[in-house]
């Protein structure tokens, strides 16, 4: 992520509607879907400035990670403690010490060079009855001057996701997408920013379309999401600007990660 892109995170992500949106997303599909009634140990890989670990804190104890000492010093800026800089690719942490993994807007990045040993680290460092939850870009059709700002590699489908979680042994217990309803308004913003960047000056810096919105547009944003948070905790969304994915280790394949 370009450095420019932190600050806009730290200062954001706490109202925006987007982050709001989609850690209530993550909420309802943790509780419909698991029994996390117990103080567990959770590990933010790649945490950014760090407003999930705050989320996550509700579930016990919590860990973050990330390679930028940029977004580690956001997070301290949060109050937030037991931070590492680590890559993803190789976690500093003891075999099956963690309950639950999450990587959020992570797997996408230009530096991830195999996905799948990414996900086969986090293997390793779930108990067996842990659980990894996943958010992250959906659908190449929607590859715009964001992604470049952001750094990303890919976006993904349910299908090649699906197939790399099983290649590093892990049975997806939920998977489909979110920002279903806003689909098509997004799908034409990226239209217009990949025109845009055509007749711009090459030199120019990249920038997301993250930024500041009305608040009377951004509550209104929020909704959409929200409801699409009722709706996953029942089913599954065909198609979305993300990819959302919660499962668990699948027995007898402790030794792909070991």
């Known amino acids: 992520m370009e450095k420019s892109e932190y600050r806009k995170h730290f200062d954001l ?5 987007w982050f709001r949106g989609r ?4 909420l309802n599909l943790l509780r419909s879907r698991t029994n ?24 016990g104890r919590v860990f ?7 977004a580690l010093s956001f997070c301290r800026k ?24 999450s990587l959020l807007d992570v797997l996408y990045h230009k530096n991830i060079s195999d ?27 929607l590859s715009s001057p964001h992604d470049q700002a952001v750094h990303a590699r890919e976006r993904y489908k349910k299908k090649t996701l699906k197939k790399k979680l099983e290649a590093a042994g892990f049975e997806p217990l939920r998977l489909g997408y979110f920002n279903f309803f806003l689909f098509p308004i997004i799908f034409m913003v990226r239209l217009k920013e990949r025109f845009a960047a ?10 997301s379309d ?32 993300s990819i959302i994915c919660l499962a668990y280790p699948r027995q007898g394949s402790r030794n792909l990660s070991s």
Not at 78 to 94: C, E, F, I, S, T
Not at 198 to 207: F, G, M, N, S, T
């Open 115 to 141: 996905d799948v040993e990414v996900l086969r680290e986090v293997h390793r460092l779930l108990k067996t009855d842990g659980i990894i939850l996943i958010a992250d870009s959906a659908f190449k059709i």
């Open 36 to 59: 996390l009634d117990r103080t567990i140990l959770w590990l933010d890989a790649g945490c950014g400035t760090g407003i999930n670990l705050k989320l996550f804190e509700l579930y």
């Open 64 to 70: 973050g990670c990330d390679y930028s000492e940029d």
């Open 198 to 207: 055509k007749i711009k000056d090459p030199h120019a810096p990249v920038q």
């Open 210 to 241: 993250l930024k500041a919105v009305h608040p009377i547009l951004n509550a209104l944003l929020y909704t959409v999401l929200a409801f699409e948070a009722f709706l996953i905790k029942k089913i599954s969304l065909p198609w979305g600007s």
């Open 13 to 17: 992500e706490e109202n925006h509607w």
């Open 23 to 26: 850690r209530k997303i993550l």
């Open 78 to 101: 949060r109050g937030l403690r037991n931070l590492v800089r680590a890559d993803v690719q190789k976690l500093p942490y003891k075999k099956g010490v963690f309950d639950a993994v």
